[in-house]
T-cell receptor, first 113, second 114 residues
């Protein structure tokens, strides 16, 4: 199964509401990253949180990391129509030989005007 | 250029033909990655280049897939004898040092095999 698994698979909310997406993973990590993808094209990096961090903010984004539960959440506050996209978490593995990020299946977020 | 570029943007080919997809990473980035994304799915890692080291080819799905990175910059992903299941968006990314850092993605090549 995927190292990073997002939950829910799809989320639809009204503009102005907050959106929360979760990511679970299985192995120890060095860091966890969140990316956004519009219209099935290139991904845009949103935020990186390191394994020794518990929370990080960037504008309307808030990311938490709980390494004991091997989970992370991405909160988008005061959502806008432009936030409609797919959101992916990506993890790398701690230790030698870790050569790649592993992406989850993504959460498809729809913001209704 | 300022970002990662890929060409072509779209490619339609017939089953059995070979295709080449090109990626120009951000200048100075030593790490380059290829991913495949089928419709509505997550990213599937294909191959990773880091400087002059031997590439990590562990994600290539079959021996019909190969990739090169010439001069530590431009990369070409080649799919030989294409099959319909190869239809997907092929995404390239680069990062300054390695996979633990932010990856910058190109717009992708949408491949359709008829």
């Amino acid at each position: 199964s995927q190292q990073g698994e997002e939950d829910p698979q799809a989320l639809s909310i009204q503009e102005g509401e907050n959106a929360t997406m979760n990511c679970s993973y299985k192995t120890s990590i060095n860091n966890l990253q969140w990316y956004r993808q519009n219209s099935g094209r290139g991904l845009v990096h949103l935020i990186l949180i390191r394994s020794n961090e518990r929370e990080k903010h960037s504008g309307r984004l808030r990311v938490t990391l709980d390494t004991s539960k091997k989970s992370s959440s991405l909160l988008i506050t005061a959502s806008r129509a432009a936030d409609t996209a797919s959101y992916f978490c990506a993890t790398d593995n701690r230790g030698k030989g870790a050569q790649k990020l592993v992406f989850g299946q993504g959460t498809r977020l729809t913001i209704n005007p | 250029g300022a970002g990662v570029s890929q060409s072509p943007s779209n490619k339609v080919t017939e089953k059995g033909k070979d295709v080449e997809l090109r990626c120009d990473p951000i200048s100075g980035h030593t790490a380059l990655y290829w991913y495949r994304q089928s419709l509505g799915q997550g990213l599937e890692f294909l191959i990773y280049f880091q400087g002059n080291s031997a590439p990590d080819k562990s994600g290539l799905p079959s021996d019909r897939f190969s990739a090169e990175r010439t001069g530590g910059s431009v990369s070409t992903l080649t799919i030989q004898r294409t099959q319909q299941e190869d239809s997907a968006v092929y995404l390239c990314a680069s990062s300054s040092t390695g996979p633990r850092e932010t990856q910058y993605f190109g717009p992708g090549t949408r491949l359709l095999v008829l």
